[in-house]
């Protein structure tokens, strides 16, 4: 059982992951097109699109991770993440947040773009489109090496 919890838990952190990157590409693409009201209407519906679902693949990885972090509680024989030596787990968690509040971010200026408002330059956009991806590779490592 442990085993299909924590895979099920990587498909939807893989899923929401994708979501976290292709989001703010969107954004790039919406601020280098202005004027092009077909291609923006477009890249809005995309758009939106993309943040509910990763809405919805974040709920689901939430879930599952908490079910890994706890269920040992309440799953006879199941793992358990909880003790001394899991202080990479808190670290790792700080970053899901902080890669939680960029994705939030990106749907905030969605939202925005869609109501009209402007949106942040194209090179702003691109750089804030590369920030997850020191996130992500801390989170790996932090996982693989639980190095506290």
């Known amino acids: 059982m442990y085993t299909w ?25 919406l601020a280098e097109t202005q004027g092009q009201t077909e291609v923006q209407t477009r890249l809005l519906m995309m758009g939106r699109k993309l943040y509910r679902f990763g809405h919805n693949m974040f709920g689901l990885a939430i879930v599952l991770g908490l079910v890994l972090w706890l269920g040992y ?30 994705f939030i971010i990106a749907g905030r200026w969605l939202k925005g773009a869609e109501k009209g408002r402007a949106l942040p330059s194209s090179t ?20 693989l090496a639980k190095p506290f």
Request: proline share 5%; glycine share 4%; charged share 10%.
């Open 5 to 29: 919890v924590k895979v099920f838990h990587l498909v939807f952190v893989i899923a929401w992951m994708a979501t976290v990157f292709y989001l703010p590409r969107i954004l790039v693409n």
């Open 124 to 143: 702003a956009l691109r750089w804030f489109n590369e920030l997850p991806l020191f996130a992500l590779i801390a989170v790996v490592w932090l996982v």
């Open 73 to 102: 509680r309440v799953i006879p024989d199941f793992q358990t993440m909880v003790g001394p030596g899991t202080g990479w787990l808190h670290a790792k968690l700080a970053l899901v947040a902080v890669l939680l509040a960029h």
